[in-house]
Nanobody, 117 residues
Framework: QLQASGGGLVQAGGSLRLSCAAS????????MGWYRQAPGKQRELVAI?????VYADSVKGRFTISRDNPKNTVYLQMNSLKPEDTAVYYC???????????????WGQGTQVTVSS
């Protein structure tokens, strides 16, 4: 239901752009965002776009989240990447399939981002 792409290997200081598209019948999307999980660590919020945009302090000024609403897609432009940004990045969406549906929470499959020093 969420298809993410765009991860890879990049040198420190480089850039990557992640994308994630929600598919199927969608009535409305409350918010879409990105989380990441590094080895041995808990999953953490990177950025989320809903009524407002929120960034983790560690990525402010370097990462930019954006959405293409007609395409039900969220992007994460990552600049000035650091080795500590290395993690599996997961997209997340909270949406309704119909006007009377309850809120549904979806996760993408995860995409690996590796930043070498």
């Amino acid at each position: 239901q969420l298809q993410a792409s765009g991860g890879g290997l990049v040198q420190a200081g480089g850039s990557l752009r992640l994308s994630c598209a929600a598919s199927g019948n969608i009535f409305s999307i409350t918010h879409m965002g990105w989380y990441r999980q590094a080895p041995g660590k808990q999953r953490e919020l990177v950025a989320i776009s809903g009524g407002r945009i929120v960034y983790a302090d560690s990525v402010k000024g370097r990462f930019t989240i954006s959405r293409d609403n007609p395409k039900n897609t969220v992007y994460l432009q990552m600049n000035s990447l650091k080795p500590e940004d290395t993690a599996v990045y997961y997209c997340n969406a909270v949406l309704r399939r119909s006007f009377d549906d309850s809120l549904l929470n979806y996760w993408g499959q995860g995409t690996q981002v590796t930043v070498s020093s």
